[in-house]
């Protein structure tokens, strides 16, 4: 059994467990999101129950993704879909803003525009009801939505930073970075510590978190995980 003892080396279950108990749907070890919500599902320890738990969660509600420091035992019952290396970064301050493009606070009317972002550019799972996980801000042109950033996992004294993405039209314009430092500059003004989540093979994307003020906390797997 994987001994993960810090808060941050199993953030989607103490998500579950606490602030964004709200979203899961599970039992006492092992919960995932609502499917509407979020794809991410955890378990409590590694031991075989929870693991057994875990699994009849896929099996009834469809595939999840699972992301934690160490290894991630697959459940009886399931597969392994993809497992990809990712980093953990932390940020303590965050650059101060240079000039910014306008941006706009996200609501429930830009869903439709969000999820079309989304699918476009494919920044993590994002559903229909994934904008109520935190506050989501925006840059549009013409009244098209080019770019988004976000709050996801919140856990607690940490809130991650995530959906960030842009129109492949209009990259290159600094909107990422712009999006990255608003969210995580309110996250550092609520008193909490923001946190993000990036594939190891996304030096780009990597490169930017540093750029802002983010370090690299610790690896971790991401696994989907699918019925037989």
């Known amino acids: 059994m994987t001994d993960l003892t810090h808060p941050l080396d199993r953030p989607i279950w103490h998500a579950l467990s606490e602030r964004q108990f709200a979203y899961?749907?599970?039992?006492?070890?092992?919960?995932?999101?609502v499917a509407d919500a979020g794809m991410f599902a955890a378990t409590r320890d590694d031991t075989p129950h929870a693991l057994a738990d875990l699994g009849e969660l896929v099996r009834?509600?469809?595939?999840?993704?699972?992301?934690?420091?160490?290894?991630?035992?697959?459940?009886?019952?399931?597969?392994?879909q993809m497992t990809m290396l990712g980093v953990q970064m932390?940020?303590?301050?965050?650059?101060?803003?240079?000039?910014?493009?306008?941006?706009?606070?996200?609501?429930?009317?830009?869903?439709?525009?969000?999820?079309?972002?989304?699918?476009?550019?494919?920044?993590?799972?994002?559903?229909?009801?994934?904008?109520?996980?935190?506050?989501?801000?925006?840059?549009?042109?013409?009244?098209?939505?080019?770019?988004?950033?976000g709050e996801r996992l919140?856990?607690?004294?940490?809130?991650?930073?995530s959906a960030v993405c842009t129109d492949p039209a209009h990259r290159g314009k600094g909107y990422a970075g712009t999006l990255s430092r608003i969210v995580a500059t309110q996250i550092l003004n609520r008193g909490e510590t923001p946190i993000l989540h990036a594939y190891a093979s996304n030096t780009p994307a990597v490169r930017l978190?540093?750029?802002?003020?983010?370090?690299?906390?610790?690896?971790?797997?991401?696994?989907v995980l699918a019925p037989p």
């Open 60 to 80: 009834t509600h469809g595939p999840v993704v699972l992301l934690q420091a160490g290894a991630i035992p697959v459940p009886p019952g399931t597969t392994a």
């Open 90 to 149: 932390v940020a303590r301050r965050i650059e101060p803003l240079d000039p910014a493009p306008p941006v706009e606070r996200l609501t429930a009317a830009d869903v439709p525009a969000m999820l079309a972002l989304t699918a476009a550019t494919q920044p993590g799972p994002f559903f229909a009801r994934t904008h109520e996980l935190g506050t989501f801000w925006g840059v549009k042109i013409d009244g098209r939505l080019v770019a988004m950033a």
């Open 24 to 33: 899961a749907i599970g039992a006492a070890r092992a919960r995932r999101f």
């Open 209 to 223: 978190y540093e750029q802002l003020g983010f370090e690299l906390r610790t690896h971790v797997n991401v696994t």
């Open 154 to 161: 919140k856990l607690p004294g940490y809130t991650e930073v």
